[in-house]
């Protein structure tokens, strides 16, 4: 692959988004998702329809043999529960032991003492990409319980900017703000990506399902986690902008952006891919 730091344009950036899907396609990553109840059905059909092969595999007995063979893990806290937590540090450490990339989703961070706390034991375990919306970035790198309602932002993603450059020196993660325009950073590079229509707001744990297609992407480009990270946010975005097409409302976004994102061919991801240098 070429310099990255010398891309300049989405004909470019498009390629290799189509590069990164076409390889999840060939290779089928076997990604293990620790995640909430509400999320479980979206990510994993998000998964599959990417070419990924999900697994929903949380009790703390099976971390050891599982998580090794696993290509990427995805850990999100939305349902967090004291059993769960444990699973969750386990795997993350497991996964870091076996050099496996591992993406956090800090879902409502600011919402409770116990989810802030549990969230900066896992940002301790060096999560490879930390993938939140606004209010959960800012909260995380804060450390600031309060400012956050649920699971929704209250903020555009551009609030966070600052917060996520911060979270990304301090943490070595790369950290995605997802919004209308999603900001990912390494701490020294941002990029934005622009893909996405706004009712996707509308559908419950379209979050947490990029979270862990970002998971599936980075797993098969580890050492690319900045541009990888991109690319899963630009292919699930622009499958919502050809799912629109055919939507009513959120129900229907949500079955025609997971065949959209099956059906996504090269002629769309070059003709739709919005990335763009933000600083
Ligand atoms: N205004 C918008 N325009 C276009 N795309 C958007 C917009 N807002 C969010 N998105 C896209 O929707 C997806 C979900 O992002 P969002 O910020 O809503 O996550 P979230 O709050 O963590 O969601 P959840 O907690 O329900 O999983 C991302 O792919 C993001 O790019
Ligand atoms: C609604 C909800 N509550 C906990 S997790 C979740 C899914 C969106 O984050
Ligand atoms: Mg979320």
New binding site residues.
Partial sequence: MEDLKEWKNNEIWGLEAWKSLCRVRELCPLIQCITNYV?MDIMANTLLAAGASPAMVHAVEEIADFTPHAKGLCINI?TLTPDWTVSMKAAAAKAAESQKPWVL?P?AAGASTYRMERCLELVDLKPTVIR??AS?ILALAGASIGSTKG???SHVSTDALEAAKELACRTQAVVAV???V?LVTDGERVLG?S????L??K????????TALIAAFVALQPNLALEATCFA?AV??MA?EIGMEKANGPASLRMHLIDALYGLDKESVLSKINISKYD
């Fill in positions: 999320s939305g989703d879902v939140g919306n959960e699971v929704d932002s997802s919004g209308a999603d990506v893909n996405g229509v706004p996707m707001q559908i419950t744990a379209t979050g947490c399902a990029v946010l699930f975005g919502g």
